[in-house]
C-alpha cells in the first residue's frame, strides 16, 4: 500500500461586507419625509410590536397593570384638588381639571421629546447588529406615549360628569392639540437624537429646555390669566397652544384662544415634523458610524 501525500487545497475566502447605513448614501434632504412615511408603511408591523413591547414593559410585574394609566392622573386630582381648592381656597372649582389636562399634554410631549433624544444612543449594540429603519425608533416612543395619553384621558370622563360640564362639538378639539403636540415632540426629537450621537450633552440641554418649558407653557395656569400685553407673545409657543385647546375641548370655551392661533400652532408643528425627519435621514448615515 502506498500513501500518498498532496498539498492541501488553499480554502475559498469570502468577503461579508456590512453596511451600517443601510443605503449607498445619504439620501437627499428634501427625501427624507418621504422616506420616513414609506418605512412607518412598509413596517407597520415591527412598528406595532415594538409599542406594545414598550406597553407591556412599562407594567410588567405591577399587580394593576394597565389600570395605572388611569389611576394616576386620578390620584394627582386628588391631591391638585387638595391643594388649589380645600387649602388654598381657589375661587375655580375646575382648576384641579384644568391643571391635570396640562400635566397630561405636556408629560406627553416632553417624554417623547426626551426619549427621541436618546433612542439612537440607547438602541446603539442593536442598531450595529442588524438593519431596520431608525426612524421607528422614534415613531413607536410617539405611539406608545400617545397610549398613554389616551388612557389618561379616559378619567377625564367621569370627572366632567362630577363637575357637571356638558361635552360639545369642540371636544374634537382634542384630536388636532394631542397630533399637534406629536408632530412637534417628534421632528424635534429627530434633530435632538441625530445631535447626541455626536454630542452626548444635547440630552441634558433637552432635559433643561423641557423643564423650563413646564413653566411656560400655561401648566399650572390659563392663557386668559397672561396680561394682555404679553398674550400675543405666550401664544407663539405651540406646546401652550395646544394645552388651552385641550382645556377648550374639555370646557367647550375657546377662552381666548382664536382660530389664528391654533392655525398657526399646527403648522409651525406640522413644518417642524417635516424638518426633523428630513434632517434625520440626511445625516443617520453619517453618525451610526459613531455609537
Sequence with gaps: MRIVCEPLAQPATMTIRVHRGGGLGAPSFFAGPSLVFGNVWKHTTLTNHMIKKDIKLAYHGTFLGYIWTMLEPLLFTVILYA?????????????????????????????????????????????????????????????????????????????????????????????????????????????????QV???????????????????????????????????????????????????????????LELHHIITALSFSFITMLFGMAFFKRYETGVVKYL
Excluded at 164 to 192: T, W
Design 83 to 195: 391643594v388649589f381648592v380645600i387649602l388654598r381656597g381657589a375661587s375655580d372649582p375646575h382648576l384641579p381639571l384644568k391643571v391635570m389636562i396640562g400635566i397630561l399634554f405636556y408629560g406627553c410631549f416632553s417624554k417623547i421629546m426626551g426619549m427621541c433624544t436618546t433612542a439612537l444612543v440607547q438602541n446603539a449594540s442593536l442598531i450595529n447588529q442588524v438593519y431596520f429603519p431608525r426612524e421607528l425608533f422614534h415613531i413607536s416612543i410617539a405611539g406608545y406615549q400617545m397610549y398613554r395619553l389616551l388612557m389618561s384621558l379616559l378619567i377625564v370622563i367621569p370627572m366632567m360628569v362630577w363637575f357637571k360640564i356638558i361635552p360639545s362639538a369642540i371636544i374634537l378639539l382634542l384630536i388636532p392639540a394631542a397630533l399637534g403636540m406629536v408632530m412637534l415632540a417628534i421632528g424635534a426629537g429627530m434633530i435632538a437624537s441625530i445631535l
Design 198 to 256: 455626536r454630542i452626548r450633552d444635547i440630552s441634558q440641554l433637552v432635559a433643561v429646555l423641557l423643564r423650563a418649558g413646564f413653566f411656560i407653557s400655561g401648566v399650572f395656569y390659563g392663557a386668559e390669566h397672561v396680561p394682555t400685553e404679553w398674550l400675543d407673545i405666550h401664544l407663539m409657543n405651540p406646546v401652550a397652544v395646544f394645552i388651552e385647546m385641550a382645556r377648550a375641548a374639555i370646557f367647550s370655551d375657546l377662552g381666548v
